[in-house]
Each structure stands twice: as C-alpha cells, then as structure tokens.
C-alpha cells in the first residue's frame, strides 16, 4: 500500500464512506443487532434480524461507490490505494460480504481510515 494524494473530492467520498459505515451499520451491530444474509437473484441481501429492514451496505449507499462505481471502481480511493477492488479477494468489502459482523465492519471502517491516514500531503491536494 502506497499513500496516494487525495483531492477534496475523493477525500470527502472516502470520509463519508467512513461516516456512512459508523452510523448505518456499526452503530447497529454494537447494539447488539444481528443480521441475517440470504439470496435474491443471485445477489446477496442482508437484513437487520429485529427488525426486517435492509442493512444499508451495498452499493446503493457507499458515498464511494455512488461516485465511482460506473467506472468500475478504477477511480476509486479504494482501489488506488489497496490496488483492488474493495469487492475483490481479500478486499475488506467482500469479507464483510462472506461475513457480515462487528469485526470486519470494523474493518472495513479501519481501511478507509487507513486511506486518510496515509495520504500525501504538500497542500496543493485541497
């Protein structure tokens, strides 16, 4: 992992990817919440077990992938940074995908940190 420059775009989608993933997700999970995963046309769904409502983690609400996705995530902080696709083998989406839980949400949150936390700086990236 290189640190790479970010602009203020990409910085504030990275941000509020992290933001989005606290509040819609962790939030609920160190509640206590469980969450259930079934399939639906040959896709994943993952629903809040108390409550039957959809957890908000797929690309419909990722800030990241609202603004990348239609590149096929190429742009994308994420994958400039990790050199994958937070979708791909050992991307941090997809372990939470094969197991949805407080520790890889945790760590889904902790990469994009990771992101910010080691970006470039020399004030010309603003």
């Known amino acids: 992992m290189k640190a790479i420059k970010l602009t203020w775009?990409?910085?504030?989608?990275?941000?509020?990817?992290?933001?989005?993933?606290?509040?819609?997700?962790?939030?609920?999970l160190v509640q206590g919440k469980k969450i259930i995963t079934w399939e639906s046309r040959d896709t994943s769904v993952w629903d809040w077990r108390e409550t039957g409502k959809s957890v908000q983690c797929n690309t419909d609400f990722c800030p990241l992938c609202k603004q990348?996705?239609?590149?096929?995530?190429?742009?994308c902080p994420y994958q400039k940074f990790y050199h994958r696709n937070c979708d791909e083998i050992g991307g941090h989406w997809r372990k939470w995908r094969d197991k949805p839980s407080l520790r890889t949400a945790r760590a889904m949150v902790a990469s994009l940190q990771r992101i910010l936390d080691k970006e470039v700086t020399d004030g010309s990236s603003k």
């Open 68 to 75: 990348y996705e239609e590149d096929e995530c190429i742009a």
């Open 9 to 28: 775009k990409e910085r504030r989608a990275v941000q509020r990817s992290i933001n989005h993933w606290e509040r819609d997700i962790i939030k609920y």
